[in-house]
């Protein structure tokens, strides 16, 4: 049940990743929602999957308005990353002391954590799909032992796409 709507679903997610690639040429304007990264994976990548039958369209809440959102708002997709709030990173946002008060509630919004990363720790870096919305040009990233960071847009990193079957 893989967002508690009472169907039963399952998410994948790829734990090595898919290689790496960019977020954006040059901002986080737009969040997830109009990042080139999105584009990629629901284009390219969902089209060269076998068995995509199966996939389900999800609707995830997202910080879209990227430099200055303040609100997430939804977007669906049939591949997607997970959010700082996903992968229980958020806290450590919320927390810092250089992140900007009026835009720690976005974080809360962008889904709910899943059990696996409340008890693991991952190995390499890699892309979420949460902006820093006091930048304007930054995707968060997740680190090894599950700390976060903010990277340019077009850097490239490890790039995990989820998605779910059911």
Known sequence: NHDGNGTTTWMVLSGGGIGTHIMNTETNIGGW??????????????????????????????????????????????????????VNVS?????????????????EEEGFTYEWFENNKVNSWFWIRSSLPSDDKCFAVVSVNNEVGFEYANVKHTTMPAFVIG
Do not use: H
Not at 38 to 57: A, F, H, P, Q
Not at 59 to 78: H, L, P, Q, V
Not at 91 to 107: H, T
């Open 33 to 86: 929602e109009a990042s080139e990264m999105r584009t990629w994976l629901n284009g390219d990548v969902y089209n060269s999957m076998s068995n995509k039958e199966y996939i389900k369209k999800v609707t995830k809440m997202t910080n879209n308005a990227g430099s200055k959102g303040t609100k997430a708002s939804g977007t669906t997709d049939m591949l997607f990353l997970l959010s700082a709030k996903e």
């Open 91 to 107: 806290n450590q946002i919320i927390a810092s002391d250089w992140y900007p008060n009026k835009y720690k509630a976005v974080c």
